[in-house]
């Protein structure tokens, strides 16, 4: 049995490897910077795009992601 803290679970008679706080805060904040950058391709021009190595199909690919698929 997975334990939420990361503690010793006595159902399963060993140490579990959950999550941490950490772990959750860099998976929020991955998330919350793959949003910003998704909206900022949203608002460049073609020609920024191009500046940065996408062509028109792919900056449309990358902006149509949800923020949790890198």
Known sequence: MTSM????????????????????????NGWRERRALRRALARMDAHLWAALGF????AREEMDKPFWRP
């Open 5 to 28: 803290s990361g503690t010793h679970d006595k159902r399963s008679g060993g140490a579990t490897a959950g999550p941490t706080a950490l772990s959750w805060l860099d998976r929020l």
């Open 55 to 58: 062509d028109e199909a792919a």
